[in-house]
């Protein structure tokens, strides 16, 4: 059985150690040795490229639902947002884009009622003191 000793820290590589993935290949060609197969190696490398930038509104949504969850709108927003998303992801772009505009408008009607739900609540109170004093 031969035997080999190969030295991984030399004088050029000691300032960091190898990683694990190394180690194990040259381990690999000291055993094995060199390939055998005379075709070149090749490999292929997929290019993802997202030149859309579609938004779909989950920071909003989430914000409607934690803050402004009048009539539950918020929550359903943050569905229909997490439903564009999805719907990004998986590449079907136009229900996608449909999903956004629906929680686009959910997330504006969510803000404008609870806006107005808080003033209610601020007014109300204010004209009821004046009038008992």
């Known amino acids: 059985m031969n035997h080999i000793v190969q030295t991984f820290f ?6 960091c150690p190898p990683n694990y993935e190394m180690l194990k290949e040259e381990h690999e060609v000291a055993v094995l040795g060199a390939p055998h197969n ?14 859309t930038s579609m938004p779909d509104h989950v920071i909003w949504s989430l914000f409607d639902t934690l803050f402004m969850n009048s009539c539950c709108l918020g929550f359903i927003a943050f569905v229909y947002s997490v439903k564009s998303r999805d719907r990004k992801m998986v590449g079907d772009l136009t229900r996608a884009q449909v999903y956004a505009s629906t929680a686009k408008c959910l997330n504006v009607w969510a803000l404008i009622l609870g806006i ?18």
């Open 116 to 133: 107005m739900m808080t003033i209610l609540l601020i007014i109300i109170p204010v004209l009821i003191l004046q009038v008992y004093q």
């Open 38 to 51: 005379p075709a070149p190696l090749t490999s292929t490398v997929i290019h993802i490229c997202s030149k």
């Open 10 to 15: 030399t004088s050029t590589n000691t300032d």
